[in-house]
């Protein structure tokens, strides 16, 4: 494959001032991008703000002979933050919403101040810079967006469920733009990474951290918001130089006919089956549904017909007694 070059495309890296973000930087005005360094420069739980951060990677892509100009403006100014990028470049062509803090807490113990800002600085940070960027992709016809989820997002941390209800919003948020984005040459893709940087450095012990360098994740990014990508609504498990997708499957599944005998016991005695990955399906689209499931209510109806009533008779019927219910 020959050289990706970035010569002439304006890139926005949100939370550029430091780990992750900073690698991106440096390689992408390697490449000949024209940059925006975004980053405020707050604490990792997000307090504080200070311009130094953006300014050090701009000095230093400066140094090197690239392009860039800081951005220190908070991701949910998104508009902004693209204002930096066409007051200096004229567009903007690559977002890499990056930026990101952590409020670690025992849901015991979240109150909606801490579950709210990690919804605010990931996802609708990550929405606002997008969102003003998108009639510039539109206009181009070319846009690429990466989107930070992160392991935590996609299985689950203790003490995180503020991020990880942050970072799978991601996912959706990327998937549900690839599709739009498509017939525009947009196309959206998210990465889960794991690396060395202040989000991790106190958690993970040091002969992992050190095989975790920040610049073995830079070379997905990259590729993936190259004009030569045609990836598109795809996530990526990425660390220490290990590169591999994710991807959604679903079991083989059971259809109920819906009759008397589709009870909640009926589905308690059938979830052997239901749990069943033998026939399982990696769908990508909405319409992709099961065959058992199928595409329209006609066919849906006619399969319902075909299926002999589940027998629930000989189940012993699930009480609810004493239990309090919120709906
Ligand atoms: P980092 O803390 O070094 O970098 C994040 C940067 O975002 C900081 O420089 C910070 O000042 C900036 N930032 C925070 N809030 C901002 C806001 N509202 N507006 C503008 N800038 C803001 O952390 P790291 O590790 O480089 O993280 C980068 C991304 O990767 C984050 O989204 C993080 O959640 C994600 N991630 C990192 C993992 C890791 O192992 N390091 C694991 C999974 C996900």
Redesign the pocket.
Known sequence: MSELSFKDKVVII??A?????KHYALEYAKRGAKVVV?????A?N?QGGDSK?ADVVVEEIKKNGGVAVADYN???DGAKIVDTAVKAFGTVHVVVN????LRDTQFKKMDEKTFQLLID??LN?AYKVTRAAWPYFRKQNFGRVIN?A??AGLYGNFGQANYSAAKLGLLGFAESLAKEGEKYNIRANTI????R????ESILPPPILEQLN?EKVAPLVLYLSHEENKLNGETFEVAAGFYAQIRWERSGGVLFKPDASFTAEAVGAKFEEILNFDDSAKPELLKNQHPKMLNDYQSLTNAARELKPFDASGISKISLKDKVVLI
Do not use: Y
């Open positions: 949100t939370g001032g430091g780990g992750l973000g975004n980053d405020l420069g707050g990792l997000g951060a908070n991701v949910l990056n930026a990101g803090i600085v990931h940070g930070t992160s392991p889960a990474p794991l690396a940087s202040r989000m991790t920040p």
